[in-house]
């Protein structure tokens, strides 16, 4: 079971700047989440597109200049980043989970991640873009087939895990509010991975586990992987 530092390791610094990407990747996370919106043409990573909710700004997030956005304090005194500061601090060590958030960032992505594989240590296997927005996950196939997209829910629906399917997709993402074990055989029996969000309680790392999901987003990677490690320890005991 993968371990996805969510939003970086946001249960011990500031979530989406580069301490919390710091933070998971001193504590060897599987794959670290991010999430990007468009501001003055420049992919940032940010959760909400009000930035009150994560840093001392006001407004919206497409409603402000670059300049203006990088004054502003995100925890910690530190700025919002911007995805390639991003991209260059992780330097391939890692998978990496871009959850888009905003409309038109398809195509920067795109060349943004293209000059990541040429210059700061991925590849592109190492890449997966997941959205609510699944009209953007189809954009992204359209321009590049072969890479990873993970439609993102936070429902039930009634025909389960087919709208991965449809997309094409690698893997789908659903609220731990939703999960249950018929929608995890649906996607699996699809070929799809199923990650859920947001697991950080213990007794959710079990479950999930013992429902054989493929991964969790956490805010907190150690506890979550000091667990799943010892749950193998377990199984490998008791097989």
Known sequence: ????????????????????????????????????????????????????????????????????LRKLDAGKGQPVPTLEEVLVEINGQCLVNVELKADKTVIPLMELVNKAVAEYGFTYNQFLFSSFNHHLLYEIKALNKDLNIGALTASSPIDYAAFAEQLNAYSVHIDIDFVSANFIDDAHQRGLQVYVYTVDDEIDIIEMHRLGVDGIFSNYPTRSLVKIAHLKNLSLLNS
């Open 1 to 68: 079971m993968l371990v996805f530092a969510h939003r970086g390791a946001s249960g011990h610094e500031p979530e989406n700047t580069i301490l919390a990407i710091q933070q998971a990747l001193a504590m060897k996370v599987d794959a670290i989440e991010i999430d990007v919106h468009l501001c003055d043409g420049e992919l940032i990573v940010i959760h909400d597109r009000w930035l009150h909710k994560s840093t001392n700004g006001t407004g919206k997030v497409s409603d402000i200049s670059f300049s203006e």
